[in-house]
C-alpha cells in the first residue's frame, strides 16, 4: 500500500463512519506499532507517527527517529496491522454512535421494525439499532416486520463492541415530543407544557399554560377541528388525551384535574401536612371525578403530586361528625336500654304482652320456646296468673 492509499482510507472511513480523521490516523498507529513491536521485538517506547499531509510514517525510540518501510512489516505483521486498525475503528464507529444517542436521550427516532429477538422489538436505525423491550411497549400495540415506528430514546449504553440502544412507548415523553411536532406554539415556546401524566394505552392528561394571554393554550393543542390532537392520538393508537390549563395555585390544579367531573373550588379541603385533599362532589358528578377503576382520580393525583380523596357531601359529614360509626351502636343502646324487662323475658314473662311475644316466636324457633312456662300454657298460665292462660285453663275445666 503506498502513501496516497494510506490517506485515501482515511478520507473514506471519515466520510462513510463519521469517525474523526485524528482518530483514524491515532488507530492506524497504534495498529503500525504494534505490528512494528512484532516484527523487530523492539521495547515499549516505540513510537510510530504518521503525517498528516503526506501519509509518510515515521519510528522513533530512545535511539532516535527514523523512517520505516511498511513493506518490510512482512504477511504475518501486516495481518495484525490490519486487524488491529480494524478493531480500533470499530471501537471508534461505537464511540461516535454512543456519543450521538447519548445526546438524544428524551428525543424521538424514526426507524422500522426489522425483527424480533427474545421479548424485544429490533428496530433499524439505519446506521444501528434499537432495541424496544416488553415492558416499554403499550398493552395491545402490536408491530410487524417492515412497520413504521417512533419511540423515545431511554438508554444508551456500550454493549462490548457494540452501543445498545433502548427505546420506549410508554414514556410520558413521547406525548410531549409529538405536541411538540404538531404544535408550533410548543416549539417557539409561546405554549408551555408543565407536565404530562399517563397510563399508557389508555389515559393521559397534559396541563399546559400560555405565556402569551393572547393565545389560548388549549386551543392551540387541539387544533381547528381537533386535527393537532387528532395526530398526536392516531400515533398513539387511540389513546385518551386529557389537556387542562396549569395553574400554580393548588385548589384550581386540582379543580381542572378531575376535569370531566364539575368541581367547586370551595369544596376542595387541602391538607398541608399531610400533602393530601380531600374534594366533595355531587352524587351525580362522583363517578366521573373517580373515573373507570379510580383513573381519572389517579392520573390527577400524579398531575398535581398530592394524593386527592373523593367524598359526597353526604360521606364528608357524616365522617367528621362521627354519624356513620355511631349509628349502629345507638341503634344497639335502645334495644338494650330495656335490659331490666328484656332479658327476663324469655325466661320468664311477666305481662301478657310478654306472653304473647313468646307464642309468637315459639314456632319460630326462638330460644326462649323453652324457657319455663312457654312450652307448657296450661300449667304456667296458672302460675303466672295470666288473664289469656287462665282464659284457656278455664275453657278446659268446663270441657272436664
Same mark, same amino acid.
Given at each position: 500500500m503506498n502513501l496516497e492509499d494510506i490517506l485515501r482510507m482515511i478520507d473514506v472511513l471519515?466520510?462513510? $463512519?463519521?469517525?474523526?480523521?485524528?482518530?483514524?490516523?491515532?488507530?492506524?498507529?497504534?495498529?503500525? @506499532?504494534? =505490528?512494528?513491536?512484532?516484527?523487530?521485538? =523492539?521495547?515499549e517506547d516505540l513510537i510510530v507517527s504518521i503525517d498528516r499531509q503526506t501519509g509518510e510514517p515515521t519510528i522513533e525510540d530512545d535511539e532516535g527517529e527514523y523512517e520505516f518501510d511498511l513493506a518490510e512489516l512482512g504477511r504475518i505483521a501486516a495481518q495484525a496491522c $490490519?486487524?488491529? #486498525?480494524?478493531?480500533?475503528?470499530?471501537?471508534?464507529?461505537?464511540?461516535?454512535l454512543y456519543d450521538e444517542?447519548?445526546?438524544?436521550?428524551?428525543?424521538?427516532?424514526?426507524?422500522?421494525?426489522?425483527? #424480533?429477538?427474545?421479548?424485544?422489538?429490533?428496530?433499524?436505525?439505519?446506521?444501528?439499532?434499537?432495541?424496544?423491550?416488553?415492558?416499554?411497549?403499550?398493552?395491545?400495540?402490536?408491530?410487524?416486520? @417492515?412497520?413504521?415506528i417512533r419511540a423515545i430514546v431511554l438508554?444508551?449504553?456500550?454493549?462490548?463492541?457494540?452501543?445498545?440502544?433502548?427505546?420506549?412507548?410508554?414514556?410520558?415523553?413521547?406525548?410531549?415530543?409529538? #405536541?411538540?411536532?404538531?404544535?408550533?406554539?410548543?416549539?417557539?415556546?409561546?405554549?408551555?407544557?408543565?407536565?404530562?401524566?399517563?397510563e399508557p394505552g389508555y389515559r393521559t392528561k397534559?396541563?399546559?399554560?400560555?405565556?402569551?394571554?393572547?393565545?389560548?393554550?388549549?386551543?392551540?393543542?387541539?387544533?381547528?377541528?381537533? *386535527?393537532?390532537? $387528532?395526530?398526536?392520538?392516531?400515533?398513539?393508537r387511540g389513546e385518551r388525551i386529557d389537556i387542562i390549563r396549569w395553574?400554580? *395555585?393548588?385548589?384550581?390544579?386540582?379543580?381542572?384535574?378531575?376535569?370531566?367531573?364539575?368541581?367547586?373550588?370551595?369544596?376542595?379541603?387541602?391538607?398541608?401536612?399531610?400533602? *393530601?385533599?380531600?374534594?366533595?362532589v355531587d352524587e351525580d358528578q362522583q363517578s366521573l371525578a373517580i373515573g373507570k377503576k379510580g383513573q381519572n382520580v389517579r392520573l390527577a393525583s400524579r398531575l398535581c403530586g398530592w394524593d386527592i380523596d373523593i367524598k359526597t357531601r353526604a360521606e364528608f359529614e357524616a365522617e367528621n361528625l362521627g354519624i356513620a360509626p355511631e349509628d349502629p351502636d345507638d341503634d344497639t343502646d335502645d334495644l338494650g336500654g330495656s335490659d331490666d324487662? @328484656?332479658?327476663?323475658?324469655?325466661?320468664?314473662?311477666?305481662?301478657?304482652?310478654?306472653?304473647?311475644?313468646?307464642?309468637?316466636? $315459639?314456632?319460630?324457633g326462638d330460644p326462649g320456646?323453652?324457657?319455663?312456662?312457654?312450652g307448657a300454657p296450661d300449667e304456667g298460665a296458672d302460675d303466672n296468673g295470666m288473664p289469656k292462660a287462665s282464659a284457656n285453663s278455664g275453657s278446659q275445666g268446663a270441657e272436664g
Open positions: 471519515h466520510r462513510e $463512519k463519521d469517525i474523526p480523521k485524528e482518530v483514524l490516523f491515532q488507530a492506524l498507529e497504534a495498529a503500525i @506499532g504494534a =505490528a512494528v513491536k512484532k516484527r523487530l521485538g =523492539a521495547g $490490519k486487524q488491529t #486498525f480494524l478493531q480500533k475503528v470499530r471501537e471508534a464507529e461505537r464511540d461516535v444517542y447519548e445526546a438524544r436521550v428524551g428525543s424521538l427516532i424514526n426507524g422500522q421494525v426489522q425483527r #424480533f429477538e427474545n421479548d424485544s422489538l429490533v428496530i433499524n436505525l439505519g446506521r444501528t439499532e434499537a432495541y424496544l423491550p416488553r415492558e416499554e411497549r403499550v398493552r395491545g400495540e402490536t408491530f410487524a416486520p @417492515g412497520d413504521r438508554e444508551v449504553r456500550k454493549d462490548g463492541p457494540r452501543v445498545r440502544i433502548i427505546v420506549s412507548r410508554t414514556h410520558p415523553d413521547l406525548v410531549r415530543t409529538l #405536541f411538540n411536532l404538531e404544535v408550533p406554539e410548543i416549539a417557539d415556546d409561546i405554549i408551555e407544557i408543565k407536565r404530562v401524566v399517563r397534559m396541563a399546559v399554560i400560555s405565556q402569551d394571554p393572547k393565545i389560548d393554550c388549549i386551543g392551540a393543542c387541539v387544533g381547528v377541528r381537533g *386535527s393537532r390532537i $387528532k395526530a398526536v392520538i392516531d400515533e398513539l395553574s400554580d *395555585s393548588l385548589e384550581t390544579l386540582i379543580m381542572n384535574g378531575l376535569k370531566p367531573a364539575v368541581i367547586h373550588i370551595d369544596n376542595i379541603y387541602a391538607d398541608v401536612d399531610a400533602h *393530601s385533599a380531600v374534594v366533595i324487662d @328484656g332479658p327476663q323475658a324469655p325466661d320468664a314473662p311477666r305481662d301478657a304482652g310478654d306472653a304473647e311475644g313468646a307464642d309468637d316466636s $315459639k314456632p319460630a320456646g323453652d324457657a319455663p312456662g312457654a
